[in-house]
């Protein structure tokens, strides 16, 4: 995942698996020369959005294992990685990351959705839930979206 890539450099420069927003902007702007500040500030986002990182107190805190991520030497990120994914692309990256092979994700996601009459998004949580992988971030995603459509 480029994404997760991206977001473990600055952490693995320094270190830690804590960082300050500003440090972490600088890394990917000022020292690295992949994006600018807005960019940079812009992966925060969608980093957060997608789990990636926590915010707390000030600081950005990986919320994955940053040695297990692969950094090639002449790794560079192209800007695909600012696309907003689907919640249910969240969760089908979150099932693959994990080890489920993709079309078996998307096959168990698809018949209990079929099977329970409930969205795909709500499946696909089901399906994580049950193979023992945290979506808890997308799972709230989903719950929101439900109680939106519900109103």
């Known amino acids: 995942?480029?994404?997760?890539?991206?977001?473990?450099?600055?952490?693995?420069?320094?270190?830690?698996?804590?960082?300050?927003?500003?440090?972490?902007?600088?890394?990917?702007?000022?020292?690295?020369?992949?994006?600018?500040?807005?960019?940079?500030?812009?992966?925060?986002?969608?980093?957060?959005?997608?789990?990636?990182?926590?915010?707390?107190?000030?600081?950005?805190?990986?919320?994955?294992?940053?040695?297990?991520?692969?950094?090639?030497a002449d790794y560079t990120p192209d800007t695909d990685i600012f696309r907003e994914q689907?919640?249910?692309?969240q969760l089908l990256d979150r099932m693959t990351d994990a080890g489920m092979a993709k079309q078996e994700a998307v096959a168990a996601a698809n018949e209990t959705q079929r099977r329970l009459?409930?969205?795909?998004?709500?499946?696909a949580v089901?399906?994580?839930?049950r193979e023992g992988i945290d979506v808890a971030a997308a799972a709230n995603a989903v719950r929101t979206e439900l109680a939106t459509d519900d109103e």
Not at 126 to 129: G, I, N, P
């Open 117 to 123: 009459g409930i969205t795909l998004e709500a499946a």
């Open 86 to 89: 689907s919640t249910f692309e």
């Open 1 to 72: 995942m480029s994404l997760q890539v991206a977001v473990a450099v600055p952490f693995r420069q320094e270190g830690t698996d804590r960082l300050g927003e500003g440090a972490f902007v600088v890394a990917l702007s000022l020292d690295r020369e992949w994006f600018s500040p807005d960019q940079a500030k812009r992966l925060v986002d969608v980093a957060v959005g997608r789990g990636l990182l926590e915010k707390a107190d000030g600081d950005l805190v990986a919320t994955f294992d940053l040695d297990a991520v692969d950094i090639p």
């Open 126 to 129: 089901l399906v994580a839930t």
